[in-house]
């Protein structure tokens, strides 16, 4: 399951049926997919830790950091945006 595709099924209840089916690395994508769309709540921070601990330990934790920097990469898309709109509105004043 890639970021890039559909999107649609990214949701709590399909990353729950992914860690029942002892599938954690593909529940910890959509974990990390929906703490970036709201990262406020807790409830999918604890899930997501849930998971990743379940996951079999790999030299650094390449599945750990290969989410932060998909989530890295996604965050700097969105910071230029907001910057690019920020020099529109100053040019237009």
């Known amino acids: 399951m890639e970021l890039t ?3 649609t099924f990214y949701t709590v209840t399909m990353a729950r049926v992914y ?6 690395e593909e529940a910890a994508r959509i974990y ?3 703490l970036d769309q709201t990262p406020d709540r807790s409830d999918l921070r ?5 998971v990743t601990s379940e996951l079999s330990d790999t030299p ?9 920097i998909e989530r890295w990469v996604r965050l700097t898309v969105r910071l230029n945006a907001l910057r690019r709109l920020r020099q529109c509105r100053v040019q237009k004043k």
Do not use: P
């Open 5 to 7: 595709g559909d999107k």
């Open 60 to 68: 650094g934790h390449w599945h750990d950091i290969s989410g932060l």
């Open 19 to 24: 860690a029942d089916q002892s599938k954690y």
């Open 46 to 50: 604890h899930a997501l830790e849930a």
């Open 32 to 34: 990390r997919y929906l």
